[in-house]
């Protein structure tokens, strides 16, 4: 059989050309195969056996943000502002929104286009389809650099139901979307460096800017953050095996480096450059040390044996007995034999990435956070520094690869029979720890170390079937033809039956029955909800079209968060909160008008409308303005503003007495009828934020800010029109820079192509 015709003939174990021919296609059609079955219970049509993602950030965030998107895009309107949480929220800015990220732009649109709607089931075959793309691409990148097929597979498989991916990302759909692009990022810069002593191939370079700027779009910067440092590492580390020390050396790398942020920034301008304007709003601005360093307990070392110590639900950090094992083989081999002179090998680089990214993740645990803290752009903007578990996941992955790679060439079978010693030790450390941890379970039942053991038969069985495996082949009792699948067999058994898929939740539809939903939407007022948090779904208001006060988005302008602490009358009155979902018993500032269980509905009797004229006016930065708020004194919310700055005329008590009236209310535009006695205010509960316009009676006027985070626009004494719309400059911009980078790169790969066809026809001729 040639080498054509099978992936798992002897001859496979040797380097091969990494020409993709129709065994790799056949390989990326089983990697689909696979993914579709550990998530079958999403995909049967049995409904006895259908389950979904479970209740979350999934369901709450991203489908209530798709619903958004949807519905926007079906009303012929690019979702830049949403009126259905948040008092107002800046929709596009919020980098979670997703809202040209393309597969997710292309998903939505499918779904109008055939169903007129868009459905959890939908979001889910999404989730599915980047697991088969962290799978593909992995493979695509570990084909060419590990130059073996059974290696490629290897790595594809590590890193698609490892730990990592298979643990929150799924959830935090945003993460597993970002992280997916890496090893396509990848796959570019080795072409991009491949054969190039002296430079580096401009059409890679600008195919791997474009990956990164997709990747930059799927909505998790801190991923996003992690991807392109692994990117720059990699250009860095490629450059280097070069025997090259001149000034050209470093002033190529520095522009090639410039050039791929560049170009990924460039491409996700469009949603990257409105976020940016967000961030420096939101109550993400800053974070300290002690909220950013936040990380894994270094006990947490221990998943890589023990899965599911750390937490029942996902152990990020595992890959696999046999992977792991693979791995530390490929660190204790010599160097591939390439003909490029070589400081560091491709596995010794992946180690150290694995080990430095692991070091990292223990947050404050570890100093060497400290440098990542005060020394790398962007990184004092993160929490949860566990999600470096990403890079230490894939870089196993690779490294796994490399490993199942040499061994299958049987390079050097005294040094694997040495390194086959740390499977028994692992497993005797595994039963030893588990005694340990069942010991201080029964004695402090409520600590961390309260853990049972419950997966130690399952670990002892996979620690057995891995030794039993590599036994018989180091024996030579069976041979690389029969290894190699088993081997696989072996990684998808012990993966599978440790890292759950997340579909364990019942089908159902999230927002069907939100308590009080039809009294609410029958009522033709304008008004807003408040409800105590964790009480209905999170973004109930996108799902039900109604608005409210709360939200789940982890971004939130940060005037408006200082506003939301407020006392309920005051709050309430403000933000035109008509109606208050509670558990909370004997609240006196609203009527009891319906109840669901222990849920109340309260209708609140304080409330001012949607917009209203004053005509008093203090004048105040924002704590002054924060403390007359918060104890009241001296003003009223009712026919008092509080201003950032001074009006352009001086407002008249009588003001007062003038009337507003909402003609139209958008997400995007707003018209009122304005009529006062005298010179005044208008104040519109809705959140101030750079983009919106007005005009009154077709004039344009400057918005103030007022209390803190509301809109005001003076208007004088008289009858009027009075519009507003948003019409945010940094959407233009980033559209600008996003239309103008993809025409560049389309261009300049159309160049550079011909360029290449042309030098070819020379050398030919």
Known sequence: MTPEHSMFEPSLSQPTSPKFTRIDFALLVLLAALVALFFWR?????PADRAQFPVGDFTDQFYAFRLYEARAFSEGRIPLWSENFNSGHPFLADIQSQVFYPPALLNVLLNLALFKSFSLFALELEALFHFWLAGAFTYLFARRVIKNRVGAFTSALVFTFGGYLTSYPPLQLAILETAVWLPLALFFLDRAMSGQPQGIAPTNLVAAGMVLGVAAMAGHPQTFLFVVAVCVMYLVWQKSKFEIRNSKFVIGLVWQTTLLVAIAFGVAAIQLVPAMEYQQLSTRE????ADAAKGFPTLDILQFILPGYASAFASPLYVGILPLWLALFALSRKQIAEHRPQKISEPVFWGLAALGALILSFGFYVFAYVIFYLFVPGASLFRQQERLAFVVSFALAMLAGYGITELLNAADWKRARK??????????????LMLVFFI???ENPQGRLAFLGDRAGLMLLIFVLTSLLLGLYFRKTISVKWFAPLAIILILFDLWSVNEPANKGRVQERFADIPFAGILQNDSDIFRVAADEQ??????????????I??????????YQSILQLQPYTLHAMLNVKYVITKVPGVVYGDVIAEEGDLRLLQVGNTLPRAWVVGHVIQADDSAAMKALMTGVGIGVQDTAILAEPPPFPPDMMADYGKATVITLGPERSVYDVNTPADGLLIVSENFYPGWRATIDGEPVGILRANLTMRAIPVRAGQHRIEMWYDPLSFKIGAGISGLTVLGCVIALLFFRSTNNTNLTNKKN
């Open 42 to 46: 999403i995909l049967t049509p049995n």
């Open 286 to 289: 800053a974070l300290s040390f």
């Open 419 to 432: 390194l086959f010693l740390i499977l028994p030790v692992g497993a005797a450390l595994m039963l030893a």
């Open 440 to 442: 201080a379970g029964v």
């Open 535 to 548: 009480l209905l779904p999170g973004h109930f208001g996108i799902a039900t079209r109604l608005e409210e």
């Open 550 to 559: 709360g939200g789940i988005s982890p971004l939130r302008l940060a005037r």
